[in-house]
């Protein structure tokens, strides 16, 4: 079995549409630590094509604020108005689907799948310190988490964590080893609205029984996710993040 890994979609359709293409005949299965919808413009065929596309996914704290299973008050103001325009957005049936999202983290056969820390779905893993303490809550060595749109994670051997550093965007790098004593916290990055200095779409591929996990990028229309974002009359920040990506 090998798993397309995905996070942190958020609306935008451009960036999943190359995601899938680039990785289109690597996986049989495609997973997602959460975020479908907030910040771009598309969130009713997003939501359209994980209803039937996504194997398994936990849901992340936009989802829930959209669905209105959290209030708005901890978003920021530019967040607060995508949350806002997709409610108003979605279909009933779509709406409806977002509701229902289970919550993280979902232990699967043999790895996990968190939105934020694995004790708290809201919680963002940013570093080392953070990251030691989410490995007491995980059930399994290998888990997968979004939240941060930061690709890379954490990797714990002999009670010493390690950050996982994000491929070099000129050269890329080899899919990662998973060790047989160590534990890990692997973050695809954000499909998007990556905010690691790299503006192309990230995602992951999992390897289980070759045990690795590639992390990947691709380029994909920046110029018509955010000409969209404009003509939804969104907050031209989520626009002009998407270019930086930051
Ligand atoms: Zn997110």
């Known amino acids: 079995?090998?798993?397309?890994?995905?996070?942190?979609?958020?609306?935008?359709?451009?960036?999943?549409?190359?995601?899938?293409?680039?990785?289109?005949?690597?996986?049989?299965a495609v997973l997602c630590c959460g975020d479908l919808v907030g910040y771009c413009a598309d969130p009713n065929r997003v939501i359209d094509?994980?209803?039937s596309g996504l194997n398994a996914i936990v849901r992340g704290n936009h989802d829930k604020v959209v669905a209105g299973l959290d209030g708005l008050e901890w978003f920021n103001p530019v967040a607060q108005a995508a949350s806002l325009w997709t409610r108003r957005e979605l279909s009933a049936?779509?709406?409806?689907?977002?509701?229902?999202?289970?919550?993280?983290?979902?232990?699967?056969?043999?790895?996990?799948?968190?939105?934020?820390?694995?004790?708290?779905?809201?919680?963002?893993?940013?570093?080392?310190?953070?990251?030691?303490q989410a490995f007491n809550y995980v059930e399994r060595p290998v888990t997968f988490i979004g939240h941060t749109h930061l690709q890379g994670g954490f990797r714990l051997e002999t009670r010493h964590v390690?950050?996982?550093?994000?491929?070099?965007?000129?050269?890329?790098?080899?899919?990662?080893?998973v060790k047989p004593d160590a534990w890990y916290l692997f973050n695809p990055g954000s499909v998007g609205q990556p905010r690691d200095r790299d503006s192309r779409a990230a995602y992951a591929i999992y390897y289980p029984e070759e045990r690795t996990?590639?992390?990947?990028?691709?380029?994909?229309?920046?110029?018509?996710?955010?000409?969209?974002?404009?003509?939804?009359?969104?907050?031209?920040?989520?626009?002009?993040?998407?270019?930086?990506?930051?």
């Open 1 to 28: 079995m090998r798993y397309l890994i995905l996070s942190d979609i958020h609306s935008n359709w451009e960036a999943l549409q190359a995601v899938l293409q680039d990785a289109a005949g690597e996986y049989d």
């Open 49 to 51: 094509w994980c209803r």
């Open 93 to 132: 049936d779509n709406l409806e689907y977002l509701t229902n999202l289970p919550r993280g983290p979902l232990t699967m056969e043999d790895f996990v799948l968190a939105h934020g820390a694995p004790i708290d779905e809201d919680e963002y893993l940013t570093d080392i310190h953070e990251a030691r």
């Open 162 to 177: 390690e950050r996982i550093q994000r491929p070099d965007p000129q050269t890329g790098a080899l899919p990662i080893v």
């Open 213 to 246: 996990v590639a992390l990947r990028r691709v380029a994909y229309d920046i110029a018509t996710a955010q000409a969209k974002i404009h003509r939804a009359g969104l907050p031209d920040s989520l626009a002009h993040r998407l270019a930086s990506g930051r």
